[in-house]
């Protein structure tokens, strides 16, 4: 699990560290606003609202923490074990 972990880390820099990948997160920041707020002074809480930006906040929250993490940490001895198929 660990070793795919760890592809999975790199994967995710390869992707949205190239040219290509930051103007994908460019454009999804400004369809997935992080900090739009469901509450309205006017129209109260809109709770469906309030799901879906959360949703949207969870998805690019989980993209920048992976590129926050460094695959190099991953634990070596905690390797992916074969015997069991993982």
């Known amino acids: ?20 990948g930051k103007r994908v997160l460019a454009d999804l920041r400004k369809r997935c606003p992080m900090l739009t707020d469901g509450i309205s002074t006017t129209g ?6 309030v799901l879906v930006l959360e949703g ?22 905690q390797a992916v074990n074969r015997n069991k198929g993982e």
């Open 44 to 49: 109260g809480i809109d709770p469906n609202k």
């Open 1 to 20: 699990m660990i070793l795919r972990n760890r592809q999975l880390l790199i994967d995710y820099k390869v992707v949205f560290d190239s040219p290509e």
């Open 56 to 77: 949207q906040n969870n998805v690019l929250k989980h993209i920048y923490k992976m590129l926050r993490r460094d695959p190099n940490a991953e634990a070596p001895e």
